[in-house]
């Protein structure tokens, strides 16, 4: 079973950086992708950045396309996300999720869910 964990969460002030890091174990597919998912309170989940694990092809929402940089580990199955310059606006639950590859875009763009989700990790931007 696909399992994800993510750390690096936390409080910040705006123009300042944090790095998530997610850990997956159990893929039983060759073709991952790796995403990071966003909700604030009271706003609808949205897609801020994805990662194939194996081609790396990339995917940014429009929000954060400049401000955050999506990378990964292969060899370690990590992805990482760095958050640089953030704004009060960036606060909410950040979630990483996994699925294959070959639907990267339109899990990403928020026509459906994958299938493997972490737990989540707060992110908290102050003005």
């Known amino acids: 079973e696909v399992q994800l964990v993510e750390s690096g969460g936390g409080l910040v002030q705006a123009g300042g950086s944090l790095r998530l890091s997610c850990a997956a174990s159990?893929?039983?597919?060759?073709?991952?992708?790796i995403g990071w998912f966003r909700q604030a309170p009271g706003k609808e989940r949205e897609g801020v950045a994805c990662?194939?694990?194996?081609?790396?092809?990339?995917y940014y929402a429009g929000s954060v396309k400049g401000r955050f940089t999506i990378s990964s580990d292969r060899a370690n199955n990590t992805a990482y996300l760095q958050m640089d310059s953030l704004k009060p606006e960036d606060t909410a639950v950040y979630y990483c999720?996994?699925?294959?590859?070959?639907?990267?875009?339109?899990?990403?763009?928020?026509?459906?869910?994958?299938?493997?989700w972490g737990q989540g990790t707060q992110v908290t931007v102050s003005s």
């Open positions: 999720a996994a699925d294959r590859s070959s639907s990267m875009y339109y899990y990403c763009a928020g026509y459906g869910p994958m299938r493997y």
């Open positions: 159990g893929f039983t597919f060759d073709d991952p992708v």
């Open positions: 990662i194939s694990m194996t081609e790396e092809t990339l």
